[in-house]
């Protein structure tokens, strides 16, 4: 396999934690689109391998996020595999339009209460962006019923923190008895198991409704009758997973917008005269701004690199991979690549409205593809949509320069430090003759 030699044992390992994207760049420039990083994992640039990687987890390779889904370890993660996959099939069936369309209204009302009521506040715009849309999720998964999504939200939210601190660690290289971090979050974990678990009894004991309200109701509705442990594991993977790539890609959305204030006028118009109708859901009668969230997971990606472990021994490519190696790739290299798009360093949104597919095949994965591919790919554009709606109709941005924001480049890409804040229009037009 081509890649640079390395040292023994870790290979390129602590070079490529010192700048991951500077070494993807030279050593693709090197070595190509497959490359040796150390003696376990190779990165790939290729859309067309990495596509072949997705659609294959599950069978030749595996998707290992024992953490974030509360596995412990990978024997656990491969026993409630096929469980979590029948899940993910039954939610796609039945999470209906009108689930949907109830969310959006409660949502619209929860976002446009906390927008205002940060208005003109010095903000990170990560964290409100997190927390926004954290708790936007929280309402789609139990916000039908008369439980807390505030409470909810704030648990599930320390967890995601408690997350995001155990990968950036780099615990995981201390004894199991040793590792500080990953005691406290397993601890904010337990209390969040604990609150939900009680919500879902509540739930259960209730009468139940004829058509389900969120996510909660329809598992509570599963033909197997999901036990309640299950159903809490359910609702917790989707709410802590949604606060951080969600978040960001609003984050990214705001300073993108803020950037051009054409642009930002042009879609301020769109949503101001184009409301929304009962029947639909924002963003689908809104191209432009549709165009702009789309343009931003494609400069932006939060889950900017990704990967799979094989379980077996696997042809790869002109290569072999042996059973435990890992697969790495980065959707935000791949959406930049000149190979596969016009002008990829220019946040151009028109190019989404030309009717033609603006990139080659498969070199556009925000959502992730294949069999594991994002079960909010639906979703999350709908609640963007809303959130810059809200956001940007009445009000107007004051944020830094997308060149001083320096992103995280750890678990996610997150704007770092971006502090800023909004004000209502009105106030910000200087009154005639002033
Ligand atoms: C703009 C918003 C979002 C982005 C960019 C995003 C991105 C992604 C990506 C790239 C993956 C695949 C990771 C991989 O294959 O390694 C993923 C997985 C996942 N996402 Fe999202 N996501 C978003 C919103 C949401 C929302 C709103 C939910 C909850 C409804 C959600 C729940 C999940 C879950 C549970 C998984 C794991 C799926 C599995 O393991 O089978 N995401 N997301």
């Given amino acids: 396999m081509p890649g640079p030699r390395g040292l023994p044992y870790v290979g390129s390992a602590l070079d490529y934690e010192d700048d991951p994207l500077g070494w993807m760049i030279g050593t693709r420039a090197e070595y190509g689109d497959v490359v040796r990083l150390d003696p376990e994992s190779i990165v790939v640039h290729d859309p067309r391998l990495v596509h072949h990687v997705l659609v294959e987890t599950n069978a030749d390779f595996i998707l290992d996020n024992s953490f974030v889904g509360g596995r412990r370890g990978r024997q656990e993660l491969l026993a409630g595999l096929p469980e979590w996959m029948s899940v993910r099939r039954y939610l796609n069936r039945g999470v209906v339009r009108p689930v949907l369309l109830a969310h959006v209204g409660r949502i619209e009302q929860r976002m446009s209460r906390t927008v205002s009521l940060l208005a003109g506040r010095e903000v990170d715009l990560f964290f409100e962006?997190?927390?926004?849309?954290?708790?936007?999720?929280?309402?789609?998964?139990?916000?039908?019923?008369?439980?807390?999504v505030d409470e909810v939200a704030s648990a599930v939210e320390e967890v995601f923190w408690a997350s995001l601190e155990v990968t950036d660690s780099n615990e995981s290289r201390l004894p199991i008895g040793r590792r500080p971090v990953a005691r406290r979050a397993r601890a904010l974990n337990t209390g969040l198991v604990e609150l939900l678990t009680d919500l879902v009894r509540r739930r259960r004991a209730a009468p139940r409704p004829d058509t389900p309200r969120d996510v909660l109701d329809r598992l509570l509705d599963h033909p197997l009758n999901l036990p309640d442990r299950e159903i809490v594991g359910v609702v917790r993977l989707l709410i802590v997973t949604s606060h951080g790539p969600a978040g960001a890609a609003l984050a990214w959305c705001l300073l993108s917008l803020a950037e051009q204030p054409n642009l930002l006028r042009a879609v301020r118009e769109e949503i101001a005269t184009t409301p929304v109708r009962p029947d639909r859901l924002p963003g689908e009668d809104w191209p432009l701004t549709s165009a702009v969230l789309k343009e931003t997971l494609r400069m932006h990606?939060?889950?900017?690199?990704?990967?799979?472990?094989?379980?077996?021994?696997?042809?790869?490519?002109?290569?072999?991979?042996?059973?435990?190696?890992?697969v790495l790739f980065s959707p935000y290299l791949i959406h930049r690549d000149p190979r596969h798009w016009t002008d990829p360093e220019v946040f151009h949104p028109e190019r989404w409205l030309t009717g033609a597919r603006p990139h080659t095949e498969h070199a556009y994965l925000p959502f992730g593809a294949g069999t594991r591919i994002c079960p909010g790919a639906r979703l999350g554009p709908v609640q963007l949509a809303i959130a810059v709606a809200t956001i940007v109709r009445d009000y107007t941005l004051t944020l830094p320069p997308l060149a001083t924001v320096r992103p995280a480049t750890s678990t996610l890409l997150v704007p770092v430090k971006a502090i800023g804040h909004w004000t209502p229009l009105a106030a910000a037009v200087p009154p005639a003759g002033s």
Avoid: K, S
């Fill in 129 to 148: 962006a997190q927390r926004l849309l954290g708790t936007a999720t929280a309402d789609y998964c139990i916000g039908g019923g008369d439980d807390d």
């Fill in 301 to 326: 990606p939060p889950n900017w690199m990704m990967g799979r472990t094989a379980v077996v021994p696997t042809p790869f490519g002109p290569h072999r991979l042996r059973a435990g190696e890992r």
